[in-house]
T-cell receptor, first 114, second 116 residues
Framework: AQSVTQPDIHITVSEGASLELRCNYS??????LFWYVQSPGQGLQLLLK??????LVQGIKGFEAEFKRSQSSFNLRKPSVHWSDAAEYFC????????????FGGGTRVLVKP | GAVVSQHPSWVICKSGTSVKIECRSL??????MFWYRQFPKQSLMLMAT?????????EQGVEKDKFLINHASLTLSTLTVTSAHPEDSSFYIC????????????FGPGTRLTVT
């Protein structure tokens, strides 16, 4: 069965500092990996996804993620955080390109200090 | 991007009553819709997958007789929580997908259900 672990429940970062959110997955085949952001009152928004190809994936809002098969990781990064990046972030693994049956990690709440 | 709406955004009901939550894809036809449940400060758990015109497929441990899912059209799926109890209080989120949006899942804003 597929599973996703986000080791950090909370992360506090100063505005302008860099951010890295960790994600480790367990999946028996080639994983389809996603990062979503959830803000209060809004639906989950897809930041980026990895299906194949270049292991460094660029997403929206200045985010990027790197797929490392050897470490079963798909960490999310942003070089310089803005106050508006304060939200809950979820890593997810899907059973196919269709994203069918997404399995989500526990989420990481990001707080941004002024 | 594609837009998915949910109605209501927040509902309170009394124990023993039923409540219906609607999920609509506003600008594309969703061949597949998913229903998730999210407890406070926790992750999303998939409850069921529904394909238009077919019976929903429920995840293990989800009571199909309590959580009735209908996907009668390509733009509307409904989740009915029957005989609701306080333990059913949660945040329910739907997502919609189709070939038209490259099978990406687009999420609704969620519905907060409180059962008193």
């Amino acid at each position: 069965a597929q599973s996703v672990t986000q080791p950090d429940i909370h992360i506090t970062v100063s505005e302008g500092a860099s951010l890295e959110l960790r994600c480790n997955y367990s999946y028996g085949a080639t994983p389809y990996l996603f990062w979503y952001v959830q803000s209060p009152g809004q639906g989950l928004q897809l930041l980026l996804k990895y299906f194949s190809g270049d292991t460094l994936v660029q997403g929206i809002k200045g985010f990027e993620a790197e797929f490392k098969r050897s470490q079963s990781s798909f960490n999310l990064r942003k070089p310089s955080v803005h106050w508006s990046d304060a939200a809950e972030y979820f890593c997810a693994v899907g059973a196919g390109a269709a994203g069918n049956k997404l399995t989500f990690g526990g989420g990481t709440r990001v707080l941004v200090k002024p | 991007g594609a837009v998915v709406s949910q109605h209501p955004s927040w509902v309170i009901c009394k124990s023993g009553t039923s409540v219906k939550i609607e999920c609509r894809s506003l600008d594309f036809q969703a061949t597949t819709m998913f229903w998730y449940r999210q407890f406070p400060k926790q992750s999303l758990m998939l409850m069921a997958t529904s394909n238009e015109g077919s019976k929903a497929t429920y995840e293990q441990g989800v009571e199909k007789d309590k959580f009735l899912i209908n996907h009668a059209s390509l733009t509307l799926s409904t989740l009915t929580v029957t005989s609701a109890h306080p333990e059913d209080s949660s945040f329910y989120i739907c997502s919609a997908s189709s070939p038209a949006v490259s099978y990406e899942q687009y999420f609704g804003p969620g519905t907060r259900l409180t059962v008193t």
